[in-house]
């Protein structure tokens, strides 16, 4: 005998919100625990889609198992979202549907567009939505397709079930009543040429204004006065969907690296904590009441930091590639999992990060079946029959209210533009995009607008096929921030905007030193010291790091200051002396300027002058023209012992004589008695560097 199923239905009120890709589950009620059945993970834990083994599967965030699977043909990369008794498998061309409890397949339908959307659980939901298109689909009862009017940001949910988003284009914030079929209305207005996004503080709806990082919660049908968070927001920065006990966590995608920003909104003025990121590819992030979680997708890492900015826990994601998905659990549990959903890690309230065994089977629900039907002609849309009961009439579910043959969708503004880049020049920005997505109608023009930091601001339009614009007239070493929208025959899109950047000045090689001096004092011998004296020259855009000084034959220096000293240079040798400035250009790259030279005059050489001096008979005897030598010694070294050393061109021997010099380098002698008519003579003195001094020949 065949018994027939029936859903249980849990039994208590509740709230859950949770947003792929940076949601937020708030349970607000809690109740009396229903019986155990499938019905049971209803708004607990998480469901998955794991494409690689076609099979959907649920978490149980307190043990870190899975407590059931089943198998279902689904889109690669679709997510799961849930109601009270009901999941939705979500791909990017298919959305079916499935009841918890039975875990049996109820019917596929075609969504509005190819799209991913974001999706929301939450009391009145689920919801998917099509923030490109322009339209959100309510998966549960009543279903409905909702048109928000045009493109909008990422929408933020309330505890009463109200769905709030932005109109980017317009900076209109809408409202989405919990049951309703079309906009409740967009009562509040936010300035439409300023980046922002929306967030709930204390459960209730704030604009993050990213021109002017303030934040506006929603008083009625305005904006209030906000808050500035005293830091400096750049124009792509996210804020979680809601706060953390007045704690909002924000990621700034910074153009030096990426920080995480934890603002206090409940002190006035705002406290903020800062967390240095470094450079990366984030997504998050994800707030609960105790921690923030975020994902580095270029490092493949799961980060968890308390609500002061402190590192928690780290644990490494497998699949690099794709786009993970974030979600809040109503046990306050943060679920991330890949794009394929091949692996799901668990943040524990504590921070502490759990990886789940997907591979290990999963224990089926008591009176539930794992059998499945399909989208043919023996499983219609709606039937949720099991096996043998063939020969009843099939259960009728509410369900998806979509065609499987949608109408065609209205044309709508532009997305935005992709790959938005500026590169600095001087004085001006060369501003590159992407071509935004026409969303069915042409585009027509590209406005590019700018922001700068001593408070400039212009825009201009441009054509339709152009991916680049030029903007001059900036300032140099002012940073900028420049933003590029779309517009079509529907209206302008959303912007993407660049991270700041400085126009400055070509940058070259810097110019020579000015007033170059080597001074010394002519007078000291044989050695002196040489002082080199000179001024900053023109560094033409660089930052000076050091100077460079050469010098022949002897060490090269780096100074930072204008002045060196070389002790101890000897007299008699000339040296060139050179000075070259090294600068470092705003990227880091370091040029060697034009040289300055001063020289050191290498002093004049000794001079020996001989001539026939006073006759003598001493060692001639009466020998004829037996007479001295008459020696002159100038330019030598002061007070410095030297050998003099005669020479005849006969056959001539003699010791040589060692005197010291005058202290002016002098000396006068008459020595070595010399007799020999017609010979010639001469004297040599060798200096301590081994260069020899000859005096004058004298014909005897």
């Given at each position: 005998m065949t018994r027939k199923r029936s859903a249980v239905r849990v039994s208590r009120p509740f709230v859950l919100l949770g947003v792929v890709c940076g949601a937020v589950v708030v349970a607000v009620v809690a109740g009396v625990a229903p019986p155990l059945s499938a019905a049971r993970f209803a708004n607990t834990g998480h469901w998955m889609y794991n494409s690689v083994l076609g099979t959907v599967f649920h978490v149980d965030g307190a043990t870190a198992n899975l407590d059931t699977r089943f198998p279902m043909d689904a889109e690669v990369g679709s997510q799961v979202l849930q109601s009270d008794t009901s999941?939705?498998?979500?791909?990017?061309?298919?959305?079916?549907?499935?009841?918890?409890?039975?875990?049996?397949?109820?019917?596929?339908?075609?969504?509005?567009?190819?799209?991913?959307?974001?999706?929301?659980?939450?009391?009145?939901?689920?919801?998917?939505?099509?923030?490109?298109?322009?339209?959100?689909?309510?998966?549960?009862?009543?279903?409905?397709?909702?048109?928000?009017?045009?493109?909008?940001?990422?929408?933020?949910?309330?505890?009463?079930?109200?769905?709030?988003?932005?109109?980017?284009?317009?900076?209109?914030?809408?409202?989405?009543?919990?049951?309703?079929?079309?906009?409740?209305?967009?009562?509040?207005?936010?300035?439409?040429?300023?980046?922002?996004?929306?967030?709930?503080?204390?459960?209730?709806?704030?604009?993050?204004?990213?021109?002017?990082?303030?934040?506006?919660?929603?008083?009625?049908?305005?904006?209030?006065?906000?808050?500035?968070?005293?830091?400096?927001?750049?124009?792509?920065?996210?804020?979680?969907?809601?706060?953390?006990?007045?704690?909002?966590?924000?990621?700034?995608?910074?153009?030096?690296?990426?920080?995480?920003?934890?603002?206090?909104?409940?002190?006035?003025?705002?406290?903020?904590?800062?967390?240095?990121?470094?450079?990366?590819?984030?997504?998050?992030?994800?707030?609960?009441?105790?921690?923030?979680?975020?994902?580095?997708?270029?490092?493949?890492?799961?980060?968890?930091?308390?609500?002061?900015?402190?590192?928690?826990?780290?644990?490494?994601l497998k699949d690099k590639t794709g786009q993970p998905r974030l979600s809040v659990g109503e046990d306050k549990r943060v679920y991330v999992e890949d794009t394929n959903g091949t692996q799901v890690l668990v943040v524990d309230e504590d921070g502490s990060v759990t990886n789940v065994d997907v591979t290990r089977k999963a224990a089926t629900p008591t009176g539930a079946t794992t059998t499945t039907t399909t989208s043919d002609q023996s499983a219609q849309p709606g039937d949720t029959r099991q096996p043998g009961d063939e020969g009843r009439q099939p259960e009728r579910t509410t369900g998806l209210p979509l065609p499987q043959t949608p109408p065609p969708v209205p044309p709508s503004r532009p997305g935005a533009p992709a790959g938005v880049d500026a590169r600095p020049g001087d004085g001006s920005a060369t501003v590159t995009w992407g071509a935004a997505p026409d969303n069915r109608a042409p585009i027509t023009s590209y406005v590019v607008s700018w922001q700068g930091s001593n408070g400039q601001t212009g825009s201009v339009a441009v054509g339709g096929g152009a991916s680049a614009y030029q903007v001059n007239g900036l300032t140099n070493g002012v940073s900028y921030t420049f933003t590029v929208a779309a517009t079509n025959q529907m209206g302008t899109g959303p912007g993407a905007s660049t991270g700041p950047v400085t126009p400055s000045a070509p940058v070259s090689p810097a110019a020579a030193p000015v007033g170059l001096r080597a001074d010394y004092d002519v007078d000291d011998r044989p050695t002196r010291d040489v002082t080199l004296t000179w001024q900053q020259p023109a560094l033409n855009?660089?930052?000076?790091?050091?100077?460079?000084?050469?010098?022949?034959?002897?060490?090269?220096?780096?100074?930072?200051?204008?002045?060196?000293?070389?002790?101890?240079?000897?007299?008699?040798?000339?040296?060139?002396?050179?000075v070259s400035a090294v600068t470092r250009t705003p990227d880091g790259q370091l040029l060697t300027g034009a040289p300055a030279s001063a020289t050191h005059e290498a002093a004049p050489l000794p001079q020996l002058t001989l001539s026939k001096g006073a006759p003598?008979?001493?060692?001639?005897?009466?020998?004829?023209?037996?007479?001295?030598?008459?020696?002159?010694?100038?330019?030598?070294?002061?007070?410095?012992?030297?050998?003099?050393?005669?020479?005849?061109?006969?056959?001539?021997?003699?010791?040589?004589?060692?005197?010291?010099?005058?202290?002016?380098?002098?000396?006068?002698?008459?020595?070595?008695?010399?007799?020999?008519?017609?010979?010639?003579?001469?004297?040599?003195?060798?200096?301590?560097?081994?260069?020899?001094?000859?005096?004058?020949?004298?014909?005897?």
């Open positions: 999941g939705w498998v979500v791909g990017q061309h298919r959305i079916t549907g499935f009841d918890k409890a039975s875990l049996a397949q109820r019917h596929s339908a075609t969504p509005p567009s190819d799209e991913i959307p974001v999706g929301i659980e939450v009391v009145g939901g689920p919801y998917a939505v099509y923030a490109n298109t322009g339209r959100i689909i309510r998966l549960g009862d009543p279903a409905a397709s909702i048109s928000t009017g045009g493109a909008i940001g990422r929408p933020v949910v309330t505890q009463d079930g109200t769905v709030w988003f932005h109109r980017t284009g317009k900076g209109e914030i809408c409202a989405l009543a919990k049951d309703a079929v079309d906009v409740s209305g967009c009562p509040v207005t936010a300035p439409a040429d300023h980046a922002g996004a929306l967030t709930v503080v204390g459960d209730r709806p704030a604009f993050l204004d990213l021109f002017t990082s303030r934040l506006h919660t929603v008083e009625g049908d305005a904006l209030g006065e906000g808050v500035d968070l005293g830091v400096l927001l750049s124009p792509d920065s996210r804020p979680a969907t809601r706060d953390a006990d007045g704690k909002l966590a924000i990621l700034d995608p910074g153009p030096a690296q990426t920080s995480l920003v934890l603002v206090d909104t409940r002190t006035t003025p705002a406290k903020s904590v800062t967390v240095a990121l470094g450079t990366g590819d984030y997504d998050g992030p994800v707030s609960t009441g105790e921690v923030v979680a975020l994902v580095d997708r270029q490092k493949g890492t799961v980060l968890t930091y308390d609500a002061d900015g402190k590192r928690k826990d780290e644990k490494p855009g660089g930052t000076l790091v050091h100077y460079v000084v050469t010098a022949t034959g002897l060490d090269t220096r780096q100074v930072t200051g204008t002045q060196v000293v070389y002790p101890q240079v000897r007299a008699s040798q000339a040296i060139t002396f050179t003598t008979e001493d060692t001639c005897g009466e020998e004829p023209d037996c007479a001295w030598m008459h020696i002159v010694m100038t330019g030598f070294d002061p007070n410095t012992r030297y050998h003099v050393q005669p020479y005849s061109n006969s056959p001539y021997s003699n010791p040589g004589h060692t005197t010291t010099t005058e202290p002016d380098g002098s000396k006068v002698l008459d020595k070595f008695a010399y007799t020999g008519p017609g010979e010639t003579v001469w004297v040599e003195v060798v200096l301590p560097d081994g260069t020899p001094i000859r005096s004058n020949q004298v014909v005897w």
